[in-house]
C-alpha cells in the first residue's frame, strides 16, 4: 500500500484509487448505502428531474420566478408524486418515508421548488391530514393534492417564531353562530413569512389560541378560506407581500392578518381537541401541555426533510468542488507534470475531505432518522415513547445539518476561487437558498435547547426515587470519573503509550471504540455538570430560577450539540456494516475516523481541561487528521461520485470536464511550444547563463 503521507508536495497525486495502489470503494454499493432505506424512490425522483423544466433558471424577475415553481408544483401533480403519505382514498400511497425521501431530492433541481412543494403538500396539506379527521380529508385532501386548492401555513407570526405556545391570533367561539372568530389583535400577530401567502394560497390552516366560554384552551389549527377564484382576499382577511429574499425567491411568502374572521365550527381541526355547539371543549389528553406538543410533534415532518435536503445540497456542493479541485492546476511543482491540481495541495484537501466524511455521517444519520419516522406515522411504532424519541431526534439533527450545510457550501465556494462565485456554477445559489434552513421550522439554537431539556430530564429519572445506596454509588463514580481524568492518572498512562510515533500513538488510543468512548464521556459529563448547577433552581423562586436556567443555557446547548454529533458517528458506524465489499469497508472506516477525530479536535480545548486525552495524544489528532486526509485524497473524487448524482442534477460547468479539457488544452500548447524550438527563454535562465 502506497503511504501517502511521505510523498513530497511537488510529486502529483493520483485523482483516483484505481491510479493508485489503494483499495477502491464500489461506487454503486457505496451509492445504495447513502441513498438509503427509500433508494428507489430517490432514484426515480432523480430521473424525474433530469427534466430541465424542473430546473431552476437564474436571472429570472421574482415574479417569473414564482410562476415557474408554482408550474413545476403542476407538473409533480400529472407525474403522480403529489400527496404520497396521503390516504389511498384521496390519491396517496399512505408512505410517509417515500414522500419524504422523494421530496428532499427536489432539491437539487430547485431549493425553491422543494420548500413551496413543501409548503403545499408537507405544512398546508399535512395540518389537515395530521390534525384534522376524516370530515375534513373528505373536504379538501383531494384538492390539495391536485393542487385546486394551494394553501399556507399560517403558525409563524412576525412577533412569535419558535415559541409557538405564545402566538397573538385568537379564535374565539360564538356560541350563536356556530362559529370561530378569526382575529389578529396586534402587528406582532401577523402570520407571517408564509409561502402561498402572497400570491397563490386561497387557503390557510391557521394556528390560533383557541377561546371558548372565556377559557383560552391553547393554540389549535383552522381551516380559513383566504382569497376567491379571482385571487382577491376575501372580507376581513388582509395581507401583504414579504418582497425579495435572501434566496427561495421562487417562493412567494407573505404575510397574512385577520379582523374578525368568522369560519363554521367545523373548520377547527379537531383531531386532537374539539368544541360542541355548547361551546363546550373536550380532548382525549387533558394535560395542556402535552396536547400543544402532540400536535406540534404531528408536523415534525418539516425537520425530517430539511435534515434530508441539507444533506444532499451539500453533498451537491462537495460534488462540484472536489472535481474541480482534481482537475484545476495552480502554481508550479517543480516536476515534469508542471503545475499541480488543487487536491496535491495539503491545505485543499484538508478543507474539503473532512467535509465529505460530515455529510456521510448525516446521511447514514437521516436514514436512521427517517425510518423511525416512517415507524411511528405509519402507525407500526406509534407510541407516546416513541413520538418523543422521534421530535428529539428532529431537533437534534436538523441544526447540525443546515449549519453544515451553510458552512460547507461557502468552504467549497471559496475552494473554488472565481469560478466559485460565478452563478452558472451553483454554489452562491444553493448558500443563498439554503441559509433560511438554519431557521425554518424552529430556530436552530431553540431546537438544540429542547434536546438538552430531555438530555437533563432523563439524567432526573436515573434517581427518581433512588434510595440513599443508589445516589452514593453514583457521588463515588462521580469523584472516580473525576480523579482518574483529572489527577493524571489517565495521562500516565497515555505517556508510555505515547512515546513512540504519531501512527501509533493513534493506533493504541484513538481508533474506533477509543473514539466512542471519548464522545460519549463528553456528552455524559457535560449533561451530569449542567444539571449539577441547575439542581438549586428547585428551591428557587420563578425569577431566580428562570436567571439560573439563563446562566447555563449555552452550556445545556453546547451538550445537545455534543449529543447530536454521537449520534451520527454512531449511525456512520451502523452504516458501515451495510457494506460488504471489504475494500469499501475499509475505506468507509477511515472516513468514519476521520469524522470522530475532527469532533474531537474541535474540542481538544475540553478534553485536555478535563483530564480526558494527553497533551501528547491531543497533539497526535490533527496530525493523524492530516494522515487520513492524505490517505483519502485518492479517494475524494470516488466519494462525492458515489452519490449519483448525473450532469443534469449537477449543472455547474466546473464540474462538467470542461476544466480538464481547458488544462489539457494549456499543457498541449506549452509541450508543442517547447518541441517547436522558438519558445521564449525566461529571464531567469539568462541570469543563471551569465553567472
Not at 18 to 40: F, K, N
Not at 305 to 318: E, N, P, Q, V
Not at 606 to 621: E, K, M, N, P
Not at 636 to 652: I, K, M, N, Y
Request: charged share 25%; hydrophobic share 40%.
Amino acid at each position: 500500500m502506497v503511504d501517502t503521507a511521505v510523498r513530497p508536495v511537488s510529486t502529483p497525486e493520483p485523482e483516483r484509487a484505481s491510479h493508485a495502489a489503494e483499495p477502491r470503494i464500489d461506487q454503486a454499493a457505496v451509492g445504495a448505502a447513502l441513498l438509503g432505506t427509500w433508494a428507489d424512490v430517490r432514484r426515480q425522483a432523480r430521473q424525474m428531474i433530469k427534466d430541465s423544466a424542473f430546473w431552476k433558471v437564474d436571472g429570472l424577475t421574482i415574479h417569473d420566478h414564482r410562476e415557474r415553481v408554482f408550474g413545476q408544483l403542476q407538473l409533480l401533480v400529472d407525474a403522480g408524486v403529489s400527496g404520497v403519505a396521503y390516504p389511498t382514498e384521496y390519491g396517496g400511497r399512505a408512505d410517509n418515508g417515500a414522500n419524504i425521501a422523494g421530496f428532499e431530492e427536489l432539491v437539487l433541481a430547485d431549493p425553491s421548488l422543494q420548500i413551496k412543494a413543501g409548503v403545499q403538500w408537507g405544512l398546508f396539506g399535512a395540518a389537515i391530514q395530521q390534525l384534522g379527521t376524516k370530515k375534513h380529508h373528505d373536504l379538501w385532501l383531494d384538492d390539495v393534492r391536485e393542487l385546486k386548492l394551494p394553501g399556507a401555513f399560517a403558525m409563524t407570526e412576525t412577533g412569535h417564531g419558535s415559541d409557538v405556545a405564545a402566538i397573538g391570533t385568537t379564535a374565539t367561539y360564538d356560541v350563536e353562530t356556530a362559529e370561530f372568530v378569526i382575529h389578529t389583535p396586534f402587528r406582532g400577530a401577523w402570520k407571517d413569512y408564509l409561502g402561498n401567502a402572497a400570491v397563490h394560497g386561497r387557503a390557510a390552516t391557521v394556528f390560533a389560541q383557541l377561546i371558548t366560554g372565556g377559557v383560552n384552551y391553547g393554540v389549535h389549527c383552522f381551516f380559513v378560506p383566504i382569497r376567491d377564484e379571482a385571487g382577491a382576499f376575501l372580507p376581513g382577511v388582509g395581507g401583504e407581500d414579504d418582497g425579495v429574499k435572501g434566496g427561495l425567491n421562487g417562493i412567494d411568502n407573505g404575510r397574512l392578518h385577520f379582523d374578525q374572521v368568522r369560519v363554521p365550527r367545523e373548520n377547527l381541526l379537531n383531531r386532537y381537541g374539539d368544541v360542541a355547539a355548547d361551546g363546550t371543549y373536550s380532548s382525549d389528553i387533558p394535560s395542556p401541555g402535552r396536547r400543544f406538543f402532540t400536535m406540534l410533534g404531528a408536523l415534525v415532518q418539516g425537520r425530517i426533510s430539511l435534515d434530508g435536503a441539507a444533506t444532499t445540497g451539500t453533498a451537491l456542493a462537495l460534488k462540484i468542488a472536489v472535481t474541480y479541485a482534481n482537475q484545476r492546476r495552480q502554481f508550479d511543482g517543480g516536476t515534469p507534470e508542471g503545475e499541480l491540481t488543487l487536491f496535491d495541495y495539503g491545505k485543499h484537501r484538508r478543507r474539503l475531505i473532512p467535509r465529505i466524511a460530515t455529510v456521510y455521517a448525516q446521511a447514514f444519520a437521516h436514514d436512521e432518522f427517517l425510518k423511525k419516522f416512517d415507524g411511528v406515522f405509519s402507525g407500526r411504532t406509534d407510541t407516546p415513547q416513541e413520538r418523543e424519541d422521534l421530535e428529539t431526534l428532529a431537533a437534534a439533527l436538523k441544526p447540525l445539518s443546515t449549519w453544515n450545510a451553510l458552512e460547507t457550501i461557502q468552504e467549497a465556494r471559496e475552494a473554488c476561487g472565481g469560478a466559485g462565485f460565478l452563478a452558472e456554477n451553483r454554489l452562491v445559489g444553493l448558500h443563498a437558498d439554503l441559509d433560511v434552513y438554519v431557521t425554518f421550522e424552529g430556530d436552530n439554537n431553540i431546537l438544540l435547547q429542547l434536546v438538552g431539556k430531555r438530555l437533563l430530564t432523563d439524567f432526573a429519572t436515573q434517581f427518581k426515587g433512588a434510595d440513599a445506596a443508589k445516589l452514593a454509588r453514583y457521588a463515588v463514580g462521580q469523584v472516580a470519573g473525576r480523579a482518574f481524568h483529572g489527577a493524571g492518572l489517565r495521562q500516565i498512562g497515555q505517556a508510555f503509550v505515547d512515546a513512540g510515533s504519531t501512527a501509533r500513538s493513534v493506533e493504541y488510543g484513538l481508533r474506533g471504540e477509543r473514539q466512542h468512548e471519548l464522545l460519549a464521556g463528553r456528552v455524559q459529563q457535560m449533561v451530569t455538570d449542567v444539571a449539577t448547577r441547575l439542581r438549586p433552581a428547585a428551591k428557587l423562586d420563578a425569577t431566580a430560577a428562570a436567571e439560573l436556567f439563563s446562566d447555563n443555557q449555552a452550556d445545556l446547548i453546547a451538550a445537545a450539540r455534543a449529543h447530536a454529533e454521537l449520534l451520527q458517528w454512531e449511525a456512520f458506524t451502523d452504516g458501515l456494516a451495510l457494506i460488504d465489499d471489504e475494500d469499501s469497508r475499509q475505506v468507509l472506516t477511515w472516513l468514519r475516523d476521520l469524522f470522530g477525530l475532527q469532533l474531537i479536535e474541535k474540542n481538544l480545548a475540553w478534553y485536555l481541561i478535563h483530564g480526558r486525552l494527553s497533551t501528547h495524544r491531543a497533539a497526535s489528532v490533527s496530525k493523524y487528521i492530516d494522515r487520513l486526509c492524505a490517505r483519502l485524497r485518492h479517494h475524494a473524487q470516488d466519494l462525492v461520485d458515489a452519490w449519483g448524482f448525473e450532469p443534469e442534477h449537477v449543472r455547474a460547468p466546473i464540474a462538467s470536464g470542461a476544466e480538464r479539457a481547458r488544462q489539457d488544452e494549456a499543457r498541449a500548447y506549452y509541450r508543442d511550444l517547447a518541441a517547436s524550438g522558438v519558445a521564449p527563454v525566461t529571464e531567469k535562465s539568462l541570469g543563471k547563463k551569465k553567472r
